[in-house]
T-cell receptor, first 110, second 115 residues
Framework: KQEVTQIPAALSVPEGENLVLNCSFT??????LQWFRQDPGKGLTSLLL?????REQTSGRLNASLDKSSGRSTLYIAASQPGDSATYLC?????????FGKGTRLHILP | EAQVTQNPRYLITVTGKKLTVTCSQN?????MSWYRQDPGLGLRQIYY???????DKGDVPEGYKVSRKEKRNFPLILESPSPNQTSLYFC??????????????FGPGTRLTVL
């Protein structure tokens, strides 16, 4: 059974620093992996989608990588800002099932 | 504007009183799904639909029903709600028949409290 783990569960970082969020999954037979952002009490906003054949995707200050063979993905955030404070979730997609990690709660200190 | 809408956004009800949470998308997506989000448990899939009249169970389907009579709508039905169904519910959709093909779009969420 696919399990998705995100470590750490919470992270506090001073503004301006670069940071990396981690996502690991147990079954490498995935179709793609998606990173989301969730603000308190709000819905999920898609950040990046990496197909299984891809190694990374970039959007602005965000860069997501995927190493399917080792079951790992990272989300790199450059030059962090207070507005980046949120919970970040990764989700592994395989055909008809989508499995989410429990998220990393990120707090950027002004 | 492309979006997924849910109604109601907030609902407080009592045990056993049937309720329906509506979900609608205007992107002509084939795939739609329902999730519940609980502290410490994360997001878990309840039901999903790959197209009209095609639905299947996710990881936590007990106590829920769904229907997909039209492509744009995917209501979640709680026939006899119980307090353990108190949760934050999300509807999502994506293009393509299978969930894993394309980017998922989420609704704003419905916070349900069952007393």
């Amino acid at each position: 059974k696919q399990e998705v783990t995100q470590i750490p569960a919470a992270l506090s970082v001073p503004e301006g620093e670069n940071l990396v969020l981690n996502c690991s999954f147990t079954d490498s037979a995935i179709y793609n992996l998606q990173w989301f952002r969730q603000d308190p009490g709000k819905g999920l906003t898609s950040l990046l989608l990496i197909q299984s054949s891809q190694r990374e995707q970039t959007s602005g200050r965000l860069n997501a990588s995927l190493d399917k063979s080792s079951g790992r993905s990272t989300l790199y955030i450059a030059a962090s800002q207070p507005g980046d404070s949120a919970t970040y979730l990764c989700a592994v997609n395989r055909d008809d099932k989508i499995i989410f990690g429990k998220g990393t709660r990120l707090h950027i200190l002004p | 504007e492309a979006q997924v809408t849910q109604n109601p956004r907030y609902l407080i009800t009592v045990t056993g009183k049937k309720l329906t949470v509506t979900c609608s998308q205007n992107m002509n997506h084939e795939y739609m799904s329902w999730y519940r989000q609980d502290p410490g448990l994360g997001l878990r899939q309840i039901y999903y639909s790959m197209n009209v009249e095609v639905t299947d169970k996710g990881d936590v389907p007990e106590g829920y029903k769904v229907s997909r009579k039209e492509k744009r709508n995917f209501p979640l039905i709680l026939e006899s709600p119980s307090p353990n169904q108190t949760s934050l519910y999300f509807c999502a959709s994506s293009s393509g028949r299978l969930a894993g093909h394309n980017e998922q779009f989420f609704g704003p969420g419905t916070r349900l409290t069952v007393l």
